[in-house]
């Protein structure tokens, strides 16, 4: 007899949607939306109806792995675990802890999840990656201009009466938030999307603006010019909120609407109605997406928009703010990571981690142990970093298949899906918690995360883990929360609301920075020799600024997230198209034209860093100078975006500069 349960998607996207799990003879049988949750309220997305293909796979790893001269063998978790324990314990004793590499990734969600970080904690401390492949340089960027990085909750958006969608694509990437956002245009609100492309979302969009890639920054000071030459600001806000409003003043002068249609290929008249609309249609919401952050000037691209709200006074107003992502899980949950146990601790710059893997001395990088990621499908420069893993003494991969990464381990260890073990979800994103049960047994031998770190700390002598369960973990964890009546059986009755999460952020005006206002001129960047103002600057493989780029390579390249897929996640569950496994490019009929290219032909991009194939598909919706291909396809089925885009260290936080790339696209010939 089937019985059904409440739980939540483990995939770390923005919408983590609650789900009615149906399990009928010890398996899952069904996944469709629970009506009971607050904000995703019954319907899920493509990747949360294949949650039950991923946990069923036939492709899916059961069993540890070993690797052999003739290939994969089957070992016990002992025979592993003892392994593994010993290589690591010589490869610490001979070099050090932090000759170990962390890469952590977040693409299974869950509290009990970061227990990783606790053994590499308890084990001494590690090299780990500085940054992040996702938000690296926007989450810099707010932590400069508001001291933290917070956002409003979704529904807030039903008291603006003018909502941006800025390099945001809802409609593919946060599908909850669609709902709302069409009730907000039915209640009045203006809805614009501003992105290169024609995405889905521009298409329910009242105006969409289109601009040259990586230009973004300049746009936004645009506005500025004509919001401050209008007097447009909001004088009280700034005069008691704002800091260094006279030195950013004098920056923005410099950007008129003519200056700034010559950089974006905004219209002035568009770039003047945009800043008008924004300023006088008050309270105003920004929704800040990951790509205009992902160029070599993203950090100040993001500065820069930030600034609009702050001259304007939409922030700590309803209806207002510019929403990025969230930290107010860290004000309520305790950390299980063990910060405090490592001695030693090393971090290498996540956008040319695999140089640096490569250069690393005093250690060197011995061993890589990769959980929750793929990162020799997901970052930059591809050919570089199959070098550092293959290079690397010994490397160690907790995963579901035998992915691109997996497929360079000597070591495969399999865990266990949201299904199949307990745990706690929360987002970045939104506020909502929730609690996500253990409904069937592992396939084959798979187990928790938790379960791996445990034991193997234990066979290491390694203290700080001791035999707890997963419960109590999770109770450890939500030990704050308990002044606000959140406990694991609360959480067990339907998901609960962050109580520290305002409706609308920065409502006390209180501000983290060295100022204690929002700051234009931010001190702590200064003080950490950046630029402290929001200035401009051309993205390094700008067509417009590097001429013999532009003879080479004419073309940007972007590599938007795939609709049904979670980066790499579920590539392996996608159907085969009828033509071929191979990614499919978007090009403007224009560009093909110009190529030789018809629909559906085979063609080859090209940057200076590598190439790849795929399948063309004309469509109007990019423009003549622009190519993108999803990204996230596995290297075995033909994809490998990364083989293209550039490992360089952007203005700010580290992030990964994935957009500020260049191709050139033929027409593939096979001899």
């Not at 690797?67 to 070992?75: A, E, F, L, Y």
């Not at 941006?164 to 409609?171: E, T």
């Not at 952007?650 to 992030?655: A, E, K, N, T, V």
């Amino acid at each position: 007899m089937s019985k059904i349960f409440h739980s939540v998607c483990p995939l770390n996207c923005l919408d983590s949607c609650g789900l009615l799990v149906e399990v009928d003879g010890g398996c899952v049988a069904k996944v469709s939306g629970d009506p009971r949750h607050p904000l995703t309220r019954g319907f899920i997305c493509g990747k949360g109806q294949k949650l039950i293909e991923r946990t069923y796979s036939p492709d899916r790893i059961r069993f540890p792995l070993r690797r052999t001269g003739s290939g994969w063998q089957r070992i016990s978790w002992a025979e592993a675990l003892s392994a593994i324990g010993e290589r690591l314990l010589k490869i610490r004793e001979e070099y050090g802890s932090s000759a170990v590499l962390h890469h952590r990734g977040h693409g299974s969600n869950g509290v009990l999840k970061n227990l990783d970080r606790r053994f590499f904690n308890a084990f001494g401390g590690v090299t780990e990656p500085e940054g992040s492949v996702c938000w690296g340089s926007g989450y810099a960027a707010q932590e400069y201009d508001f001291g933290g990085v917070y956002c409003h909750s979704w529904e807030d958006c039903l008291n603006s009466r003018t909502i941006i969608l800025w390099g945001r694509d809802p409609a593919v990437t946060n599908l909850h938030l669609v709902p709302l956002l069409k009730e907000a245009q039915a209640k009045g609100a203006r809805l614009i999307s501003v992105n290169p492309v024609q995405t889905k979302s521009a298409e329910l969009a009242d105006a969409h603006v289109g601009l040259r890639p990586g230009t973004d920054g300049a746009l936004a000071l645009g506005m500025a010019h004509v919001i401050l030459r209008d007097r447009l600001l909001d004088l009280d806000f700034v005069a008691n909120h704002v800091h260094g409003f006279e030195e950013y003043a004098k920056l923005v002068k410099e950007y008129t609407p003519e200056k700034v249609a010559h950089i974006t290929g905004v219209p002035r008249d568009t770039v003047e109605s945009l800043a008008q609309t924004y300023a006088k249609r008050k309270p105003s919401a920004i929704f800040l997406g990951y790509g205009l952050q992902r160029y070599t000037n993203g950090g100040k691209t993001v500065r820069a928009i930030d600034a609009l709200a702050a001259i304007t006074g939409n922030i700590g107003i309803a209806g207002g703010g510019v929403n990025y992502a969230h930290r107010y899980n860290g004000r309520l949950l305790s950390s299980i990571t063990g910060d405090e146990m490592a001695i030693h601790r090393r971090y290498l710059p996540y956008p040319v981690l695999a140089q640096a893997i490569l250069e690393a001395q005093e250690p060197p990088i011995k061993a890589i142990f990769v959980t929750r990621s793929n990162p020799v499908s997901q970052l930059s420069n591809t050919a570089l970093v199959k070098e550092a893993f293959t290079r690397a003494g010994l490397v160690v991969v907790i995963d579901y298949f035998l992915t691109d990464t997996a497929e360079l381990a000597d070591y495969i260890l399999p865990c266990t899906t949201g299904f199949e073990a307990e745990d706690l979800v929360t987002s970045s994103w939104q506020e909502f918690w929730a609690y996500a049960p253990k409904l069937v047994e592992p396939v084959g031998e798979a187990r928790p995360e938790a379960e791996i770190f445990g034991e193997l700390a234990q066979r290491m002598g390694l203290k700080g883990f001791g035999e707890r369960t997963a419960g109590q973990w999770l109770e450890e964890a939500l030990a704050p929360a308990a002044a606000y009546g959140i406990n694991l059986q609360s959480l067990k009755n339907g998901a609960v609301r962050n109580p520290l999460a305002p409706a609308a952020a920065w409502q006390d005006k209180q501000f983290a920075t060295p100022s204690g206002k929002y700051e234009l001129y931010s001190n702590q960047a200064a003080a950490d020799g950046l630029d402290p103002l929001p200035s401009y600057a051309e993205p390094r493989e700008s067509l417009t600024a590097n001429p013999w780029v532009a003879r080479e390579y004419p073309l940007h390249f972007l590599t938007p997230h795939p609709r049904d897929c979670l980066n790499s996640q579920l590539q392996n569950l996608k159907e085969e198209s009828t033509e071929s496994s191979l990614p499919v490019l978007e090009i403007h009929p224009r560009t093909a034209e110009a190529r030789y290219i018809r629909n559906n032909d085979l063609v080859l991009v090209e940057s200076p860093r590598g190439e790849m194939r795929a399948i063309a598909r004309l469509t109007g919706k990019v423009p003549i100078y622009l190519v993108q291909v999803a990204e996230g396809g596995w290297l075995k089925a033909g994809g490998g975006v990364n083989f293209l885009t550039p490992d360089v260290i952007p203005d700010l936080g580290m992030g990964i500069p994935y957009y500020d790339c260049v191709c050139q696209v033929r027409k593939y010939h096979i001899d």
